[in-house]
């Protein structure tokens, strides 16, 4: 839960963010990509920067950040390199369901330790065969005395490989109608007491183009047992409503994913512009390249704005579902396209390793495709538009 967080202290977080960034990941941002290579180290300091704790609330240990602090967070790290924003992104997604359906039991039992970054996770929500539609999912959870066990796939599930928990969204009715009242959500620990996955429980890592060094993976649970009161909330036919219920949070999170690489892309291709010379001047005096650097600059300053409209609303314990929709596809569009305008600019070089910009490249796309597609997004807000409109 946000507490009241006043300018000082704003200036304060975010100047410190500000520092790791620079000091601490854009110079292992290229290296670590390039290889695929997990930031461990990126992760013990998130721990003493508290990220992981960032928006659960004060009483269990966490930073309590309002969303619109959170949202300049994930800017700046994503402007830099997109990747360790997911750690803690995915994370907090986890927690706020725990905190947001949990019984006062389970908020006890778990969120001291995720705000520390002791538990560590994300959620398991899609399956091979189902994404947009979550509704279709098929993997079961089935009584059997004090626990309850789990067969099914699930697949891109980020942090499943080094964090140590999930919320999984299972069907523990399969019959029922409408769909959503069969969902439930558990929370599993993935790992034992030394760090080694449970019986059960196999994952495999993915090979991604982009949004790489950090851990997405194929998880498959086999008669998995998980005990009873790991059901969010104690009550069967949640789940769905649990999901979804978090998704204003992490549309702005994700809108911020979005603009982040989005600043970031242009920054660099702004530099870049000012470096090279061709036809006895600097390329940003060409105004085919003016107006793509003006167009940039713009969708970053849009994107920015809309984040802060829908956080504020979020912030105000207001319904935002339509405000963090437009943020999430307009940021996430303006990531899209100012990666891929950079990449002009920087003309053959876009295409060496040796510079950035082509990391912006390949990750931006996925912001436009997770936490619902843009396609989803373009549809919930025409939706919400013609029942406020109706004529
Ligand atoms: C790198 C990465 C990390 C991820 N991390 C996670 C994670 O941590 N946890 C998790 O649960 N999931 C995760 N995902 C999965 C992601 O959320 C899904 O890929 C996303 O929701 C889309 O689902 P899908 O891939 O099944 O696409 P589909 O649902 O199959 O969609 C395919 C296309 O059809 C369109 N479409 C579908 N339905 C409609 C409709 N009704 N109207 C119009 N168009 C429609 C979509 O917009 C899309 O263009 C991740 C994915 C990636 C790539």
Known sequence: MSEVWSKEDESAI??????????????????????????????????????FGATIGQEYGGL??????????????????????????????QASAIERCGTDAQKDRWLAKMATGEMRGGIALTEPNAGSDLQAITTTAVRDG????????KTWITNSLHGNSLAVLVKTDTEIQPR???????????????????????ISKLEKMGYRSIDTCEVVFEDFRVPADHLVGGEEGKGFKQAVGGLELGRINVAARGAGVAQGAFEHALRYAQERETF???ICEHQAIQLKLGEMATKVEAARLLIEQAAAKY???ERC??????????????????????????????????????????????????EGTNEMQRIIIAKQMVAKNKI
């Open 280 to 282: 006895g001047k600097p």
């Open 146 to 153: 004090d626990d309850y066990i789990i067969n099914g796939t």
């Open 180 to 202: 959503h009242r069969g969902t439930s959500m558990f929370i599993v620990e993935t790992k034992d007491a030394d760090g080694n996955v449970k019986p059960g429980i196999t």
């Open 14 to 51: 975010l100047d410190m963010i500000d520092k790791w960034v620079e000091n601490e990941v854009r110079p292992i941002a290229k290296e670590h990509d390039h290889a695929d290579l997990y930031p461990h180290g990126l992760v013990e300091q998130m721990k003493e920067l508290g990220l």
């Open 315 to 317: 912030d105000a314990h």
């Open 64 to 93: 309590g950040l309002p969303a619109a602090i959170y949202a300049k967070i994930v800017m700046k790290v994503s402007s830099a390199w997109m990747s360790p924003g997911g750690i803690f992104n995915s994370h907090l997604i």
């Open 321 to 370: 579902d339509m405000e963090a929709g437009m943020a999430k596809y307009f940021a996430s569009e303006a990531g899209s396209f100012c990666a891929n305008e950079a990449m002009r600019i920087f003309g053959g070089y876009c295409y060496s390793k040796e510079y950035d910009i082509e990391r912006y490249y390949r990750d931006a796309l996925l912001m436009c495709i997770g």
